[in-house]
T-cell receptor, first 116, second 114 residues
């Protein structure tokens, strides 16, 4: 079964600085998708970024980018020019097709604090 | 506004009682999912449905049941609630399989079983 590991339960960053959140995963599949979701205190789950495993180019969405290392099974999220509104729980997720359905397997999350 | 609606937003329930969490989507997504979120454990899949009329078990299905009578609705039932089912429950949906589409989430239901 696929597993997703986020080794940093908590991280903090100064406003306007850059922070990187780590994520590793375990899989035997060759084609899959990876996601980062943000969960602010409102509890809403917000998609931040999506990466297709067969694409070597790292996905980017404005201030958010990923460092996707397929061989190392690593999928880190970099937030540039951090803003107070970036404070949230961040979840890394792997989309698997095993078991007859495309399900997301989530890591346990990283709580990001942004200091003014 | 298109999306997923969950009800209730929160609920306090006595142990042993039956409870159904409601989930409705208006995006015509084929697949729907129920996750529970617990502190330090992330989100864990309870049940899923690939399409109307079919359901499957996720990682933590015990004590829960689901049905998918139509495309839009995917209710989650706790037949006899226990305190360990205290959690935040998220319903989600996604487009057709094989597309790598992201999951769209509802705003969650906070359930407390006393």
């Amino acid at each position: 079964a696929q597993t997703v590991t986020q080794s940093q339960p908590e991280m903090s960053v100064q406003e306007a600085e850059t922070v990187t959140l780590s994520c590793t995963y375990d899989t035997s599949e060759s084609d899959y998708y990876l996601f980062w979701y943000k969960q602010p205190p409102s509890r809403q789950m917000i998609l931040v970024i999506r990466q297709e495993a067969y694409k070597q180019q790292n996905a980017t969405e404005n201030r958010f980018s990923v460092n996707f290392q397929k061989a190392a099974k690593s999928f880190s999220l970099k937030i540039s020019d951090s803003q107070l509104g970036d404070a949230a729980m961040y979840f890394c997720a792997y989309r698997t097709t095993q078991g007859g359905s495309e399900k997301l397997v989530f890591g346990k999350g990283t709580k990001l604090t942004v200091n003014p | 506004i298109a999306g997923i609606t969950q009800a209730p937003t929160s609920q306090i329930l006595a142990a042993g009682r039956r409870m159904t969490l409601r989930c409705t989507q208006d995006m015509r997504h084929n697949a729907m999912y129920w996750y529970r979120q617990d502190l330090g454990l992330g989100l864990r899949l309870i049940h899923y449905s690939n399409t109307a009329g079919t359901t499957g078990k996720g990682e933590v299905p015990d004590g829960y049941s689901v049905s998918r009578a139509n495309t839009d609705d995917f209710p989650l039932t706790l037949a006899s609630a226990v305190p360990s089912q205290t959690s935040v429950y998220f319903c989600a949906s996604s487009k057709i399989q094989g597309s790598g589409s992201p999951l769209h989430f509802g705003n969650g239901t906070r359930l407390t079983v006393t």
